[in-house]
C-alpha cells in the first residue's frame, strides 16, 4: 500500500500518518519526491484499512502497489534516486559514474600506482576488492581487514570514494566503516541476511544481478535492502550465464531500460565480469552508456598477467583512459556528463 | 598433494605424516577408504616438498592432485562416502534415501501429521523448512527457533532423522543443535562464509546445486566444506534455470553420474524444486532414482492448496505413497534398498 | 474447433461432417479414438459457425480447442497414438521402442555389423544416417542415396524397420522412398517447409526438438505436420542448450510427462545426443524408461575412436547388450514390455 | 589452406594457382584484399601438398588455417568485406546501414506507406517479410509472391534496396529474383541445403543468428555460403534464448566485436527481435551502434497494434525517426557516418 500526501504536505503531517501506520502494526516507508511525498507501506500480508489512513491532513489518497516489490518500485517514488558521494561524485544523475580499479587489493603500492592513474583518467569512484568470493577454497581470498586499509590510503591520496565488496555480515560492519559504496557481488544477490544488514547501514549499497536472476529477483532482492529504511541502492548488471561461449558471461543491456521503466534506482553496468575478456571491455562499456547506464564499472590494472584475480578481464592503464575517452565523447549524447 | 598410505599403515603412522605435514605450515585431511588411507593436503599454493613424506613409514607415494577441487575428489578418496543418520538410516551406500516433509514448518499439528504420514510411507528423513529463503520479502520466512522446536518433536514421535536449512552463520548455530542434517540451499551455494562455518559443524551437510552452477563449481563449493574438516557432505541437483517454461526448472540429471564419476560424494535429486508441478514430481523420482542417485527429496503438505510456501509442487500424502511405491520397486533394478 | 461424434457415429455420418466442413472452405481432420472420434476442423481464422455442423447426424457437439495447437493435442484426440511398424513393432503402446544404430551409415560392411549386433541386443528399430547436418561444411556429410540403399539391405537382413533422417525437400524425397521413420532432425525443427513436406509423406515422422525449443514451439512444429494429413509423429528429447558443461547437452527429462499431459503423440528419448559421453549414456537412459518415455534412441559403432561422426557418444556393442538388459529390466515397473 | 600471393601478383598468375588447385580435385577461393590476394581452398580433407603450389609464380607462400572455418576467417581475408548495393548504399563500411520496414508486407498501401516513411527518416534499405516463418502453421504466413512484388514497388518508389527472407530452396529462387539482399532467418541458421543454395545466389546474403548458437557455428553457417562462391555474407545479432523474462530474448552485443576480431564479414544488430518490446528499441539500438555493429535493423509499423506480426516490437514512424536522430548522433563517435 501507498499513501500518497500532498505536494504542500507538512513533515509533521507526514509524520502523523507514520504513527497511525505505526500503530496497526505496519512499518511506514516515507519516500519524499520532487512533486510530492509518498509513504510506502510494509508489513501488511492483506488490505490495510485505508479509510482511517485517507482521514488524516495531508493524504490524497491510498492505492495498492500491484508489482511485488513497493519500495524500489515507480509507483511509490516516481523520481529517480540521486546517490551523493563524498567529494562530489553522485550515481543516478545527469553525471556518468565511472568506478575503476583492480579486481583485487594486492598490496599498498599496486592499489595506489592504479589509483594515481584511473583518477587523472577520470575515474568518479574507485572500486577494489578486500574481500574476495573465489570458486576455489584455495584461490587468493584478498587482503582482508589490511585491504581495506590501504583503500582508506588511497581516498585519501585521491579523492577517490571508495566501493569495495562484503561477503558476510561480519565484514560488512568493517566494510561499512571505511566504504563509502558497500558492494554485495552475484552470488550473495539472494543472501538475504546480508541484504538486510546491507538495509541497517548508513552507507549506499550496490547490488549485483546474480548470474541468472531474472528483473524481478533483482528488484526483491533489492527491496530487503529498501525495506530495512537503506534507501541508497544501486543496481549493477554484470553479465548472466548462457551457453554462449565468446564471453564469460552474457551481459544483458537490456536490463537497463526495464530497470529504469520499474524502479527509480541508479543501474550501473561491469563490462569486465560481463565479458571476461579485455577486448571486449571498451566496446561494451560504449554500449552500457548509449544504452542509458548511470555508470560503469571496469576493472583496471597496471600488470594484469600477473593480477591475483581476473587478469584477462583486467584493462591496463592506457586501455582505461581510452575508454574515459570514448564514454566522455558518447555521454553528452544520451544527456549524461562524463 | 595427496599422501598415499600402506593398507596396513597404522594410526600411529598415519598421525607422523599428519604431523610432518603440519610442521610444513599445511593442513592434512586423513580420509580413511577399504583398501588405503589417503591423506589430502591443503594449504599449499605450489609444489609440496614431497620426498621427506616419502620418507616415512606406512607412506607409499605422494601424487599430485590434478583436478582444482581435492578432498572432494575420488584421486583423494576412492571409494564412496557413506553417511550414517541416528536411527539407523543412512545416505551414500546400498539404501535409497528418501527425504520428505513440507517445504515449510507451519506449525506443531501440521508438521506432526505429515511426519506420520511420511513415517508410514517409508521416508527415511524428515525435512522441513524453519527458516526459509523467499524470493520476496513479504513472504513467510519461517517460524525459526520455534520450527526448530517442532521439528525436534517430530523426531521424536517418528523417530525419523531431520534435515531442515540455515540461512546464514546464527541461523546455522542453532540449526546444528537440533538437525541431523544441515541443509545449504542453492542460493548460497557460493556463500563462502556460511559454507566455512558449515565446515566446523559436527552434522552432516546437504549442498544443493546453485541455479546455474556448474559442476565443477559444486564440487568446488563442497571443497571449501571439507577444506574445514567435516567430510560428511550430500549434494543436490534441484533443477538448473533455463528457457524451457513447462517446468519451474530444468531438472539436470546427467549430473548425477558425473558427480559420481569425479567424486566420493554421495548426490541426492529434488523432483519437487526440479519441476515446482506436483504432477511430475513422481516420474521425475522415478527417473532420479533410475539414473543412479543415492536419494531423493520430495515436498509433501496435507493441504497443498493451502500450504504457506510451495503448494503447487507439494505431494498430497497419498500420492507420496504412490511414489514410495514406485520407487521401491524401481531401487532394486539400480542395486539399491527402498 | 473440434467435432466430437457418437461413439456409434458411422463412417458415412463422419464422412457427411467432413463435407460440410469443406463446404464451408475449411480442412477436416477425423480422428478416431478408442471411445469416440473427433474432426478437428483447420483453417478458420475465427470462429466456425458451430449450429450448422451440431444439426448433423451423429455429431454430439462443437467445441473450441482451448490450445494453440489443435491437432497434436489430447482435447482433440484423448487416446495416446499408436503407431505401427513394419515387422510387428510399434511406438506409443506398451511395448518399449529401441532405435540403435550408428550416427551414420559409414559403409556396407560397418552397417551389417551393427545391425546384426543390436538386432541380437535386442532393438527394435535401426537408426543410421545417410544425410548428415554437420556444423562444418568440411566434416563428413553421409553417403547420401548410396547410404539409403545400405539401409534397405540392413533392413533386409535384420528384419528391423529403419528411421534416417531427411534435411530438405528432395532429400525426403528419397528418404521416404527407403526408410519406414523419416527423421526431423533438431536444427530443422521449425524448418516449416520441410515440416509441410513431411506432412504429406505417407511414413512416420519422428521430429526432434530444436537445442533451445518450448514444449509449445514442440507441439506447434508437429502440428505442421498434421495438419497437412500425416498423424503419425513421433516426438523426441534430445537435449538443450545450457550454460553447463559437464555434458554437451542438458538432457530434459520432465518434458515427457510434460508433453503426456497435453498431447497424444508418443515420445521416445536419445540419451546419446542428450549426453554426448559414452558413460552417461546407460543412467540416462535408464533415467528415460523411469521417466516413461516411449522409447529411447541410442547411437552404437564398434569402433567409436574411428567413427566419422559423434564417436564420444557411442556405445561400443557389448555396452549396448548392458544398457539392453538394463531398460528391460525397469520396462515393466513403468508397464512397458522390452 | 591459404594461399598468399604478391601484392603485385597479376590476374593470370592467380588464375593459374587455381587451375592447379583444380587440377588437385580442390576447390579455389580467390579473395582479393588491399593489399594482397589470397585464394582459400576448400575441399581436402587432411593437408595439401604446398610446395608445388610454392614454386608457382606470384606465391608468397602457402600457410594452414588455424580455425575450423576457413573462408570467413581474418586470416583469409584480414580486410573488411564492404558490400556495395544498388543506390549506392553499402553494409560493411564506414556508412551505418540501417534496414527498416515492417515485419510483413501485408498490403500495397501499407508498404509504400511506411517505405516513404523509413525513407524520410533516413533508412537506407527497407525491409519487410514476404514469406514469414510462424511458429503456428494457423498464423498469418505472408503474401507470398504478391509480397514480393509490392517489394519492388516500394524500391521503384523509394530508391531504397530490399531485403526480404527466403524460407525454403524455392523460395529462395523468387527472392532473389527480387530482392537486393536474401535473409536467412534464425531458425534456418542450420538449414544447410538452403545456405548452400543461398552461397549459389548472385545477390548477398544477411545471415541470423541461430536462437542458440554459438559463435562458432554462426562462422560455420556463413562458411557454408561462402563455400559455395558466394563471398557477400552479413551477419545479424537478433537475440538468444536466456532464462531471463523482461524481454523476448537477450541481445547478445559482445558477439560484435567477438565477430569483428574472427572474421571479415560486417555484422549488425536487430534490436526488434532482440528484445520484443517497443520501449527497449531505441536504447538497445543506439548500444548496438555504440559496441560498433555496422548497421540496425529495425521493425516499423504504422499501425502497430493492428500489425499481422510482432506489432509489440514495431516502432511507429515518429519513434523510428527519433531512433535515427539518436543513432545519428551516435554514429561519428565510434567512426559511422548515418
Not at 513533515?11 to 507514520?18: G, L, M, Q
Not at 548470474?211 to 549493477?236: D, H, K, P, R
Not at 565479458?275 to 548509449?290: C, D, E, H, M, S
Not at 597496471?302 to 584477462?312: E, I, N, T, V, W
Amino acid at each position: 500500500m501507498l499513501v500518497v500526501m500532498h505536494a504542500k504536505a507538512t513533515s509533521s503531517e507526514v509524520e502523523r500518518v507514520c504513527e497511525a501506520i505505526r500503530a496497526m502494526g505496519l512499518a511506514p516507508h516515507p519516500m519524499p519526491g520532487a512533486s510530492r511525498t509518498a509513504i510506502g507501506i510494509t508489513g501488511n500480508r492483506g488490505t490495510v484499512e485505508s479509510a482511517s489512513l485517507e482521514a488524516l491532513e495531508g493524504v490524497i489518497q491510498v492505492i495498492p502497489v500491484t508489482r511485488p516489490y513497493k519500495l524500489v518500485s515507480r509507483e511509490v517514488k516516481a523520481d529517480d534516486t540521486l546517490i551523493q558521494l563524498p567529494g562530489g561524485s553522485s550515481i543516478g544523475g545527469e553525471a556518468l559514474c565511472v568506478m575503476a580499479g583492480p579486481c583485487a587489493v594486492e598490496g599498498r603500492q599496486q592499489a595506489l600506482r592504479i589509483g594515481r592513474a584511473v583518477k587523472a583518467a577520470g575515474a568518479t569512484v574507485y572500486r577494489g576488492g578486500a574481500f574476495k568470493p573465489r570458486t576455489s577454497p584455495y584461490a587468493f581470498q584478498g587482503l582482508g581487514r589490511e585491504g581495506l586499509e590501504i583503500l582508506a590510503e588511497v581516498r585519501a591520496e585521491t579523492g577517490l570514494p571508495i566501493i569495495t565488496e562484503a561477503l558476510d555480515p561480519a565484514g560488512l560492519d568493517l566494510v561499512e566503516s571505511v566504504a563509502d559504496v558497500i558492494q554485495i557481488g552475484a552470488r550473495n544477490m539472494q543472501n538475504f541476511s546480508l541484504l538486510r544488514r546491507a538495509g541497517q547501514a548508513r552507507k549506499p549499497v550496490m547490488l549485483k544481478r546474480g548470474m541468472s536472476a531474472t528483473l524481478e529477483e533483482l528488484l526483491m532482492a533489492a527491496e530487503y535492502i529498501l525495506g530495512e529504511g537503506n534507501y541508497q541502492v544501486i543496481l549493477c548488471e554484470r553479465g548472466v550465464r548462457t551457453f554462449a561461449d565468446h564471453a564469460r558471461n552474457t551481459l544483458d543491456l537490456s536490463l537497463v531500460p526495464a530497470v529504469q521503466r520499474l524502479s527509480h534506482l541508479p543501474i550501473v553496468v561491469d563490462p569486465s565480469h560481463g565479458t571476461g575478456r579485455r577486448n571486449k571491455v571498451i566496446p561494451l562499456a560504449r554500449a552500457a552508456v548509449a544504452v542509458g547506464a548511470h555508470g560503469v564499472m571496469v576493472e583496471v590494472h597496471d600488470d594484469p598477467d600477473r593480477a591475483l584475480c581476473d587478469g584477462p578481464q583486467a584493462l591496463p592503464p592506457e586501455m582505461f583512459q581510452d575508454l574515459m575517452d570514448q564514454v566522455r565523447a558518447l555521454a553528452p549524447i544520451v544527456g549524461r556528463r562524463a
